[in-house]
Every structure is written in C-alpha cells, then in structure tokens.
C-alpha cells in the first residue's frame, strides 16, 4: 500500500479513504479526527467527531454541547479500528488534550502530528515519539532563525518585571486556550504565589483545565475595583485586548505579549508590546529537525508554515518530503493584528 492511498489532502483536511475520515477538516465532514481544540485544528459542524477527552471538553466549552452529532471520545494509547484503519492518539506537548494521530493499515503507519512541542508544559503531557514510515509536520517556526528560548526564563523576565515596577499592573496578551493556562502553571513553578488575575475571556477555559486537575493556583476574574488595586499585579487577557478601553483600569498598564513571534523585535514594537515574552507552543528549527530525526521516518508531509525551508532539510537528510499546502490552519499562534 503506499502512503498517499492511506491519507491524501483534499480541499477539506487529510483524508483517509478507507476509513472515509477527515483529520482536522476545515468544513464540515461526516466523520473527523481533532488533533487538538485550536479554531484552526477544531471546528463545529462535524457529524461523528473522535479527539481525547480533554479536546471534546474543549470543543464543547467553545462551541456549546451540540458542536456535533456524535462523539467518540479516544484517550491516549487507545485504538480504534475503523474499516480495517487503526487509529491511536499519542500526546503532542501542545496544549491540552493536545495528540497526534498515528494512522494503520497493512504494516504502514503515518502520524499526523498535528501543532505539537518538545520543550516541557506543566499543564499537558510531553510529546511522545511514535516511529512512522510518514511523518506529517507543521512548520510554524521552520526557520534556523527561531531558537526559542526556555520558557522559565521568560517568565522570569515577567516576575522580575513587576517586582521592579510595584506601582504599575503588568497586562499579557496570551491565548485562551493552551498559552494562558501553561503561562499560570509557569508563574507558579518561578514563585508567584499572589492571585492570577485574568480578562472573562480567559475564565472558563482555565476553569476547564482545574477540572481536569492542572494546578494554577488562585485565579480571579478582573472585576470592578479602584485602579490602585491592582497596582502590583499580573493580569492576563486575549492579546486583543491589550490596546482597548479595557486595559484603562489598570493603574500605568505594562503590556507584555506572550508569542513565539516575540522574537521578532518589529512585530512586539509594532504591537506596541513593551516586554515581549517569547514563549511558544509550537516546536523551533531544532526541535521541528530533532522530531523528525527521532521518528525515523523515511518521508515527511508538511501541513503548514515555512513548508519550502523544512521539505529542503529533510531532503538534505536523504528523506523524501513534500508540502501539502493545506490552508486554513496557523491562525492561533498569529500576532493579535493578523489573526482572529
Ligand atoms: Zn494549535
Ligand atoms: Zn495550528
């Protein structure tokens, strides 16, 4: 069997014929695997959708229950047969729930790994190597120019930050889902033992990750108050709202934005963000490499990103590789200007 009959792009997603199922689609399917709840990745519509428990939760917190006709929940290492296709999820170090979705048949495998990462999250489990004959990568970061720096440090910066400047609130742009809670866990583990303050926007998700037993801490809604109580604080909001009537409540607000595009210095200038924390959920060059390198895969499909720079390494490496061009995905990881 050869690889491109088990899974080929199609305009909707990744598509299996045999199991006639949809990875990730972008429209609505009769059946879809979700790698992880990202809008980009997790979209309502579907009628029989298969993820972790942790990504239907997601799903159904964004999207309300009925996000779709029917839910096949798979936790990590189950399997699942379909039409003679094995499925299994294996965990993707991205957010939580996040998997890749290794995909059987006939003594081939081919893992679609989804938005994954290798540095460490304390809020998901770490990304597990699956051996494949194909590995499906993205390429957010597929430049040798992304080296992304430890996320403790950063955090760090942030703490040290607001210890040197009491007077002021410290505002950071995070993203609901995934960089909001793992940026908690982080202020956690570098010593903050103050409340976490965070926009409404961010409450219910972080919520969903208490409920499956994250640990962050005491986290309090912004709600009504002098300007001075804040003073001091770190509050965390969806980057949108770094530059809105919002933020006014804050005594002299110090907005920080929490972004592997961070480390491009025009991009946080350009936003207006006086301490850029570089802190991504998604692999750099050497790990995107480093990944493949461990997966002894003997071919590569790139979903998205810089597609033309990593497929050239891979063929460097004597590894056969070719970009899928999928579209619609890499919107949650965007600076605040250019995404949703
Ligand atoms: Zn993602
Ligand atoms: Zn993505």
Known sequence: MRASELLCPRPQGLYCPQADLYIDPTRPVARALITHGHSDHARAGHGCVMATPETLAIMGVRYGDGFCAAQQALKYGERLQVNGVTFSLHPAGHVLGSAQAAVESRGLRIVASGDYKRQGDPTCPGFEVV???????????????FKHPCAE?????????AALFPERAH????????????LMALMRQCGWTRPIFAHGALMELTGLYQEFGVNLGAVEQVGPAPKSFFAGAIVLCPPSALQTPWSRRFPEPLNCFASGWMRTRARARQQLVELPLVISDHADWRDL?????????GEVWITHGEAEALAHW??????????????????????ANSGP
């Open 131 to 145: 051996k494949c004959d194909v590995f499906i990568s993205e390429a957010t970061f597929a430049l040798p120019v």
């Open 153 to 161: 440090q950063e955090v760090r910066k942030l703490i040290d930050s």
């Open 171 to 182: 505002l950071v742009g995070a993203y609901a889902l995934g960089k909001a809670q793992r």
């Open 289 to 297: 490499t480093q990944t493949i390198k461990d997966t002894e895969a």
């Open 314 to 335: 891979c063929k460097t490496q004597g590894l056969e590789a070719k970009a899928l061009r999928l579209v619609g995905y890499g919107e949650e990881d965007e600076p």
